[in-house]
């Protein structure tokens, strides 16, 4: 079974650095568009930034030149290096897998399969 379980979120004031991970297992063999996602409570969930299976990254407008992602397939990890935080990237950030995805086809709005469980951020100024 796949499970994907973030870690590194916290509390960091405006201008500030963090650096989320994920870690996958229960992958198997498949190929899998990656991606992280964030969601304000009641709010619709957005689509940060995504990496396919040779390393091309897809960001959100509102995080490009800002956020990086990556992945490292030998330790079954996914990164987000988020710099230059600003208030509107509050909010409880999720790890997801789209298998049967070389090429991560859908981009941000792709049909994600499996989630992880979600680690907060939030930014105050």
């Known amino acids: 079974q796949v499970q994907l379980v973030e870690s590194g979120g916290g509390s960091v004031q405006a201008g500030g650095s963090l650096r989320l991970t994920c870690v996958a297992s229960?992958?198997?063999?498949?190929?899998?568009?990656m991606g992280w996602f964030r969601q304000v409570s009641g709010k619709k969930r957005e689509g940060v930034a995504v990496i396919d299976t040779t390393d091309y990254p897809t960001y959100g407008d509102s995080v490009k030149g800002r956020f990086t992602i990556s992945q490292d397939n030998a330790k079954n990890t996914l990164d987000l290096q988020m710099n230059n935080l600003n208030l509107e990237d509050t909010a409880t950030y999720f790890c997801a897998a789209r298998e049967f995805d070389t090429y991560c086809s859908g981009g941000l709005e792709g049909d994600f399969g499996y989630w992880g469980q979600g680690t907060q951020v939030i930014v105050s100024s």
């Open positions: 229960g992958l198997g063999y498949s190929s899998y568009c």
